[in-house]
Each structure stands twice: as structure tokens, then as C-alpha cells.
Antibody, heavy 120, light 108 residues
Framework: QVHLQESGPGLVKPSETLSLTCGVS?????????WGWIRQPPGKGLEWIGS???????YYNPSLMSRVTISMDTSKNQFSLTLSSVTAADTAVYYC?????????????WGQGSLVTVSS | DIQMTQSPSSLPASVGDRVTITCRAS??????LNWYQQKSGKVPELLIY???RLQSGVPSRFSGSGSGTDFTLTISSLEAEDFATYYC??????????FGRGTKVEIK
């Protein structure tokens, strides 16, 4: 059973960079699946941020592409999200997830989510 | 981007009701359509993938249908634990995955 856990600062200042890490247990991220990030502003719907293949290829939401980087550290079995030049509009719960692109073609496991507030 | 339009945004219902939620894609996505349930304060969970395939462990009162641009999620007989927000999501190959805005099924 895979387990995902987000970690990182809960408060980021405007114009600075948001950084989150997703620790994965129960499965090696380099073995298969895609790994992604989704966010949800308070009281609103879900927004796809981007994903990372087990071989390191990245796929980003075009609306965020200029500010987003998703990377992996296989030695620690974790992957990360950085979002630069944040504004209040980036305040959200950020979820990391495991994505099955072969059979389900869907998000099949989620982390518990990490609330990040952008405020001075 | 492929836009996903869900309706209604809010759905008052009672236990035992048959509930139907619709989702329309801005272009054909074949059957690359998934449904998620999100209970208040909780993490979304996959209910249906491939438009009509029930994820393991999901009760059979949930069903999905559709292909191309028009899709439906049906709950045959609403139970108390089903009051939640439901999201459709397209996973068409080569596109940025996108979600509908959600349908909140609430107590009538």
C-alpha cells in the first residue's frame, strides 16, 4: 500500500518561492507510475499543476508552466514541487499524488494535503 | 486546454434518491473521464475511471456512462455517506488533465 506525505512551509511571502516535498513509502518512485501535484484553493475546486514520470519526464499545466518545477530524488524516494513568484492566488491545499497512466489513467492515490498560505 | 463543464453545481437530495450528475467536455475525450468524491475536509477519492469502470472497493450504487463529450455519474440510491462533492476529470492522452468545478450533493 503506497503512502504519500506532503511536507513544507505553511506560510510563504508574496513574490517568493513555494517549495513542497512529497515523501513516498511502500513503492519506489523510479519503478513506475507517474507522480503529480494538484491544488485546491480554500472552498474551491481542484486544479492540476503537473506530473513527473518515473523516468523523470515532466508535464506542466500551461497556465503555471513558467513558474513550476517538479523534480524527483530517487535516493530519498521523494518528489518535489517549486512554484516561483507566488501571489495570494496561490494559497491552496497542495496534494501530491500517484497517477496510473496505463490502466486507470487516473489519480489513484493522494497525500493528505498541505495548506500553503501566501501572505506577508 | 479541454474545459470540463459540470452540472448542477449544487444538488439537494434525500437518502434513497436517484442522483445524476453530468459532465461535458469541450472536445471529444473518448472515455478518458474519471469521477472523484471529496467529503468535507477530506482527500478526493477515485470512484469511476474510463467513464464507466468502478474503482476497486467502490459500492455498486455508483455508476458512470458516456463517451465523446457527454458523461454521467449516477448514484442509484443515495446513502447518508454519499453527501459530498463530486468532480469529473478528463485524462485524454497528450493534454493537460483538467477537472470540472464540482457538484455538491447536499441534504434537501
Amino acid at each position: 500500500q503506497v503512502h504519500l506525505q506532503e511536507s513544507g512551509p505553511g506560510l510563504v511571502k508574496p513574490s517568493e518561492t513555494l517549495s513542497l516535498t512529497c515523501g513516498v513509502s511502500g513503492y519506489s518512485i523510479s519503478r513506475g507510475y507517474y507522480w503529480g501535484w494538484i491544488r485546491q484553493p480554500p472552498g474551491k475546486g481542484l486544479e492540476w499543476i503537473g506530473s513527473l514520470s518515473h523516468s523523470g519526464n515532466t508535464y506542466y499545466n500551461p497556465s503555471l508552466m513558467s513558474r513550476v518545477t517538479i523534480s524527483m530524488d530517487t535516493s530519498k524516494n521523494q518528489f518535489s514541487l517549486t512554484l516561483s513568484s507566488v501571489t495570494a492566488a496561490d494559497t491552496a491545499v497542495y496534494y501530491c499524488a500517484r497517477i496510473d497512466i496505463n490502466i486507470l489513467v487516473a489519480i489513484e492515490s493522494w497525500g493528505q494535503g498541505s495548506l500553503v498560505t501566501v501572505s506577508s | 486546454d479541454i474545459q470540463m463543464t459540470q452540472s448542477p453545481s449544487s444538488l439537494p437530495a434525500s437518502v434513497g434518491d436517484r442522483v445524476t450528475i453530468t459532465c461535458r467536455a469541450s472536445q471529444s475525450i473518448s472515455t478518458y473521464l474519471n469521477w472523484y468524491q471529496q467529503k468535507s475536509g477530506k482527500v478526493p477519492e477515485l470512484l469511476i475511471y474510463g467513464a464507466s469502470r468502478l474503482q476497486s472497493g467502490v459500492p455498486s450504487r455508483f455508476s458512470g456512462s458516456g463517451s465523446g463529450t457527454d458523461f454521467t455519474l449516477t448514484i442509484s440510491s443515495l446513502e447518508a455517506e454519499d453527501f459530498a462533492t463530486y468532480y469529473c476529470q478528463q485524462s485524454y492522452v497528450g493534454t493537460t488533465w483538467t477537472f470540472g468545478r464540482g457538484t455538491k450533493v447536499e441534504i434537501k
